[in-house]
C-alpha cells in the first residue's frame, strides 16, 4: 500500500534530488550524527527511525539546511544547475532555495505557523515570499489548499491559535505545500496527536505526497506512520544509521540488533 | 524450445538470525532453485512451517536472503529482486509482481473500491476506468455494492481478503505470488477465485502459491514444488 514512486514508463530516474556523504554533526563533544550517507530520488519518501536521542532531529536539521554539518557534503539537483554542494551557496542563496523548493513540517505546529496571522495569510505569506502580488489569486490559492486539507473555507480569516492541534498540523502543511516545493522534511508530523486525528493526517499526507510526486525526508518514532509513508528507512541508534533498506524488509525482516528490538517492542492492537 | 523462464529463483538461501536470544540462527533452506515459466503456476508444497510462506516472501523482496537471486521479468530486464535497490524492487512490485497476502493491510479512511483500484491508478490507469475494473472484480468476489464505499476495517475476515484478492488482481501482472488466497473463503468464492487464477494463466501469468486447499491446487497449479525435497536435495 505504497504511494506511487515518481516514474511511470518502468524506467527510473538517475540524478538524485538529494545526495548526503559522511555527513557528520556534533553539540561540542557530544555527538549528535555521524557519517550518514544515501542518495535520495525525485518521489521517494525515506523514513528516519530510531528512539529519542538517536540523532534522526539532528540529522533532519542539517540536512534541512539549519544546522551546517561539521563534516561531510549534501548536494541538492538545483533546478538549471544540476547537484550543487550546498556549502557552496550564499546565505541568500540557501534562503531562496529552502523557500522556493523545499518545505519543513514541524512536529509542533506552533514552529512551523504565524500564530499572530490569520489562516488564509498563513499560506498566501508563502506565495507572496516568491513573488506573488495579486490578491484575489493568493487568496483562491490560499482557499484551494484549505479545502485540500480538509479545513472549512470560513476559517479563512482565523488565527490559527483558534484551531484544534489536528486542524494545526493541516494548516502547516498547507502553508508548507503550496509553493509546489520537490522536497519537503518532516519531524515527527503525527506526534502528539489523537489516534483519530493521526489517521486524518496520514491518509492527507499519503495521498498529497503521491498526488505531487514529492519526495521526503520524514522523521518519524512511529513504525506505524514510517510503514504508510515511506518507500524505504534508515534505522538510527546513537547518531549512526545501523540498517537501512526496502521499509517492509526492515520492519517484517529486521538483521541489526537495534532494529529487531525496535520492531518487536511495537505494541500490537 | 520452451519460453524463457518470467521467475527464476537461483541457489537460495535464508535464514534468521534473533539477537534477542544469543545470536540464535534459524536456517529455513538452502540452495533453493525454481524456474516459473508464462502460463505456469507452481504450487509450494510441505507441512507448516516448512518455508513456503518465507519463500514467498523472499520472491517479494519482504524477506531478504543470505544468498542467491531472485530473478524477475520486468520489461526487457530481469531483475534480482535479492540485490535490486529498494526504488527498483518498488518499480518491480507496481508493474511485473504481484502479491496477495494472507491478509490485508487496511488504511485507515480508503474506501473498499480505491484499496482495489490504486495499483492500477499508480500505474497510469484512468481512475475511472481502474474503478470499474475494482468494481467488476468485487461484484465477481460477491462484496455487496453498499460495502465499496466504505474502508474495509470493519469487515468481516473473509470480505477483507476477497477485497484483498481484488487488489492482487486490478492490474495483469506478468508474475504473481499468491499466499492461501481461500483460506477464509466459502465454496462458491474459491471457486471465483480459482476461476480469476486460471484466467491470469491464460492470458500468460507466471504464477508461483501456496494452495492449502487440496481441490484448487489440483484445479489451478501446473506443477507442484515440494520444499522438503528441495532442502534435500541441495
Known amino acids: 500500500m505504497m504511494p506511487a ?32 550517507s544515501f542518495d535520495l530520488y525525485p518521489g521517494e519518501v525515506l523514513g528516519i ?36 554542494d550546498l556549502a557552496g551557496l550564499s546565505e541568500s542563496e540557501l534562503r531562496v532555495l529552502m523557500r522556493s523548493d523545499w518545505g519543513i513540517v514541524h512536529q509542533t505546529p506552533r514552529d512551523g505557523l504565524r500564530m499572530g496571522v490569520s489562516a488564509g495569510a498563513n499560506i498566501g505569506e508563502r506565495l507572496m515570499a516568491i513573488g506573488a502580488r495579486h490578491y484575489g489569486e493568493i487568496r483562491a490559492a490560499a482557499l484551494d489548499w484549505l479545502a485540500r486539507v480538509e479545513i472549512p473555507a470560513n476559517r479563512i480569516d482565523h488565527l490559527p491559535q483558534s484551531f484544534s492541534g489536528g ?26 496527536l489523537d489516534v483519530s486525528v493521526q489517521a486524518k493526517l496520514l491518509d492527507l499526507l499519503r495521498g498529497l505526497v503521491s498526488e505531487l510526486g514529492l519526495s521526503v525526508v520524514l522523521v518519524t518514532h512511529d513504525l506505524a506512520v514510517a510503514r504508510l509513508l515511506a518507500h524505504r528507512l534508515m534505522v538510527m541508534k546513537s547518531g549512526e544509521v545501523v540498517e537501512s533498506g526496502l521499509t517492509d524488509q526492515v520492519l517484517d525482516d529486521p538483521h541489526h540488533p537495534y532494529s529487531q528490538l525496535l520492531v518487536s517492542s511495537v505494541l500490537q492492537v | 524450445m520452451m519460453a524463457d523462464p518470467v521467475i527464476e529463483v537461483v541457489d537460495l538461501a535464508k535464514s534468521f538470525t ?70 527498483e524492487v518498488l518499480a518491480v512490485r507496481r508493474l511485473s509482481l504481484g502479491y496477495v497476502s494472507q491478509f490485508l493491510r487496511v488504511i ?36 455487496a455494492e453498499r460495502l465499496w464505499r466504505l474502508p474495509p476495517a470493519t469487515f468481516s475476515g473473509g470480505e477483507q481478503q476477497r477485497v484483498n484478492i481484488a487488489r492482487g488482481f486490478s492490474v495483469d501482472y506478468p508474475a504473481l505470488l499468491l499466499d492461501e488466497p481461500t483460506a477464509s473463503l466459502d465454496a462458491e468464492n474459491r471457486a471465483t477465485v480459482g476461476d480469476l487464477i486460471l484466467e491470469a494463466r491464460e492470458r500468460g501469468a507466471a504464477i ?27
Not at chain 2, 208 to 234: C, L, N, P, W, Y
Request: hydrophobic share 40%; charged share 20%; glycine share 10%.
Open chain 1, 5 to 36: 514512486v515518481a516514474f511511470a514508463d518502468g524506467a527510473l530516474e538517475d540524478t538524485p534530488l538529494l545526495s548526503v556523504r559522511g555527513l557528520s554533526y556534533h553539540y561540542g563533544r557530544q555527538l549528535g550524527c555521524r557519517d550518514v
Open chain 1, 49 to 84: 527511525v530510531g528512539e529519542s536521542g538517536s540523532g534522526k532531529t539532528t540529522l533532519l536539521s542539517c540536512l534541512s539546511g539549519r544546522l551546517p554539518p561539521g563534516s561531510g557534503s549534501i548536494h541538492y539537483d538545483m533546478a538549471g544547475h544540476g547537484l550543487t
Open chain 1, 167 to 192: 486542524m494545526q498540523q493541516r494548516l502547516q502543511i498547507a502553508r508548507n505545500l503550496v509553493n509546489k516545493p520537490r522536497l519537503v522534511f518532516m519531524d515527527e508530523p503525527t506526534g502528539g
Open chain 2, 18 to 87: 534473533i539477537h534477542a536470544r544469543d545470536g540464535l540462527t534459524i536456517a529455513v533452506f538452502n540452495g533453493l532453485s525454481l524456474h516459473v515459466r508464462a502460463g505456469e503456476c507452481v504450487a509450494l508444497h510441505g507441512p507448516s512451517g516448512s518455508g513456503k510462506s518465507t519463500l514467498l516472501r523472499a520472491l517479494y523482496a519482504n524477506y531478504k536472503p543470505d544468498r542467491g537471486q531472485v530473478l524477475v521479468r520486468h520489461g526487457q530486464n530481469l531483475v534480482d529482486m535479492a540485490s535490486a535497490s529498494p526504488r
Open chain 2, 108 to 143: 485507515p479512511r480508503v474506501p473498499a473500491l480505491d484499496v482495489v483500484a490504486q495499483p492500477a491508478i499508480d500505474l497510469g490507469t484512468d481512475p475511472n476506468a481502474a474503478r470499474d475494473k475494482a468494481a467488476a472484480l468485487l461484484t465477481r468476489l460477491r462484496i
Open chain 2, 208 to 234: 508461483v502459491g501456496i494452495f492449502h486447499d487440496a481441490e484448487i491446487r489440483e484445479r489451478v497449479s501446473t506443477s507442484i514444488f515440494d520444499i522438503q525435497s528441495a532442502k534435500r536435495a541441495a
